[in-house]
């Protein structure tokens, strides 16, 4: 599988996160983010940053994070 950061991540596509920064493990965590959760991005957002759908949320998530957050396509 091709691992991409969230800043190239297709809209509307089933993606799985593999990595996330160690800086922000733990916010990201508290919003459902975590390496092996199923997530999808829903839209881009003012300013370059994405929303997401996750365990039934939505998160928006800025432009700076994305770089170094990586996902695989979901199968």
Request: charged share 15%; hydrophobic share 50%.
């Amino acid at each position: 599988m091709d691992v991409i950061t969230l800043a190239e991540a297709p809209l509307a596509t089933p993606l799985t996160l593999s990595a996330v920064p160690h800086e922000h493990a733990w916010r990201l965590s508290r919003l459902g983010l975590r390496p092996g959760t199923a997530f999808t991005v829903l839209r881009a957002s003012t300013g370059g940053g994405r929303i997401v759908s996750v365990a039934g949320s939505r998160v928006a998530l800025g432009a700076a994070l994305l770089g170094g957050l990586r996902a695989e396509v979901a199968r």
